[in-house]
Each structure stands twice: as structure tokens, then as C-alpha cells.
């Protein structure tokens, strides 16, 4: 059987805004007077911006409790990141991404975005693909952040496709535990050491046919 609908991370899966996000996280880091290494990154991979917030303080030892400080620590991290995004092209789609999306088009199965970030519609009006996808739901739109299956449930709801329907592609471990608990099939992209739990795992989108869809 083939799911309906697909529903597309964004970070890592569409685009490697991971680096970006290691650089604001380090530059943040520094500034606070630590290292933060791209080990260290790898555990920030789709947690949400607070929780991220609360990794990088703890890889420093740094105990804060007011809230108000916290608030304008992430928003500094941010600001430099919404920087450096705002110089992405079009060359920075991960290779065979937009090639897969269009087979998908054209086999009638229907396609969103279900990103934890806040910046996600910066990013698709960088790249330019906002307009393929059938809906977009971002971390304006949720409150829960992955492992919780909200963003993927909300995905689905906006598509008007059933949970069972749809396959979700996700490069974190967080938001594979997030699409098993929607019920959807999903398939990792990245390292299937890694991303064991995902019902198939792929490098990346180059020469992938519409066969990936058969479970
Ligand atoms: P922002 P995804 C996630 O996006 C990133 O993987 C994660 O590293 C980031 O902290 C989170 O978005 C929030 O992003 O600060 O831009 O709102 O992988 O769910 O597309
Ligand atoms: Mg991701």
C-alpha cells in the first residue's frame, strides 16, 4: 500500500540548516564563555528552541533560572541565524529533494512541511518552494514540540488525509518517535545506525523512484 500524503521535515531533509543553526548555538556559546563542538550540535537536531537553549547551557555548566534572561538568549541566537539564512539560495535544496517532490506531484499523492522551527517560511521563501507544497505547518502553528506528534497530526489534518495514510521524512530521532506515535509510516534520512526505528532509511533523495513508497 502506498500512503496518500507525504509530510516533510525541514531542518536536514529539505535543506542542512543544521549548520547554521551550530554556528548562532556556538557563536552563543562563546560569547558565554564555553565551546560548544558539532558533537555537541548533533543533540539540538529537531528539539525546539528552548529545550536547545537548555542543552547548550548545561554543555556549559550554566545554571540560569530567569526566565526573561533565557527568553533573550534565544532570541540573540536567533537573530544571528535569521542572518544567516536570510543569504540562502536556491543551490542549498539538498540534491535530488525538488526531482522527488515533483514525482510525487505527478503520482497524485499529496505533500506538506511539518517543521518544528519558526523560521521555516524564511527558509521556503529563500529556496524558493513554498508554493509546492500542499500545506505547511511550522513552529508557529504547534505547541508541543517533537517527540509529541502534534506538528505531524495538524500536517495530516490540513491535507484532510487519515494519520495511517501518510509517510513522514525525518533526519531526528525525535521526530521519528514523533511520526510512529501519529501512526504514519516513516522514513529516515541520514544514518540508519542512528535512525534504527524509521520503517526504511536512505541517504538522500538522489535516484529515489516512487517504489520508496511501498511498505
Ligand atoms: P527555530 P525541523 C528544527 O527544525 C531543527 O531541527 C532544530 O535544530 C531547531 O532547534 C528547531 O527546528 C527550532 O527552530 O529556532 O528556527 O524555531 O528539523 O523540525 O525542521
Ligand atoms: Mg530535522
Not at 548555538?25 to 537536531?45: C, I, P, Q, S, V
Not at 510525487?104 to 511539518?114: V, Y
Amino acid at each position: 500500500m502506498r500512503p496518500k500524503a507525504c509530510i516533510f521535515d525541514l531542518d536536514g531533509v529539505i535543506v542542512d540548516t543544521a549548520k547554521y543553526h551550530y554556528l548562532a548555538w556556538k557563536r552563543l556559546a562563546n560569547e558565554l564563555g564555553f565551546e560548544f563542538t558539532e558533537k555537541d550540535n548533533e543533540r539540538l537536531k529537531g528539539v525546539s528552541r528552548m529545550a536547545s537553549l537548555e542543552i547548550l547551557l548545561s554543555v556549559g555548566g550554566l545554571k540560569i533560572e530567569d526566565e526573561k534572561v533565557k527568553e533573550e538568549l534565544a532570541t540573540k541566537k536567533n537573530n544571528w541565524y535569521v542572518e544567516y539564512i536570510s543569504q540562502m539560495t536556491k543551490d542549498e535544496i539538498l540534491p535530488g529533494v525538488e526531482g522527488f517532490l515533483r514525482l510525487l506531484k505527478d503520482n497524485g499523492i499529496k505533500i506538506a512541511i511539518g517543521s518544528a522551527s519558526k523560521n521555516t517560511m524564511t527558509i521556503l521563501d529563500r529556496i524558493g518552494i513554498k508554493d509546492i507544497f500542499d500545506a505547511i505547518v511550522d513552529g508557529t502553528k504547534i505547541t508541543k514540540a517533537k517527540p509529541d506528534p502534534e506538528v505531524f497530526l495538524k500536517a495530516a489534518e490540513e491535507l484532510k488525509v487519515m494519520p495511517g495514510d501518510c509517510c513522514v521524512f525525518e533526519d531526528a530521532v525525535a521526530g521519528i518517535e514523533a511520526a510512529k506515535k501519529a501512526g504514519m509510516k516513516v522514513i529516515g534520512v541520514g544514518d540508519p545506525k542512528i535512525l534504527k526505528d524509521a520503517d526504511k532509511v536512505i541517504q538522500s533523495f538522489l535516484n529515489q523512484g516512487i517504489e520508496l513508497l511501498n511498505f
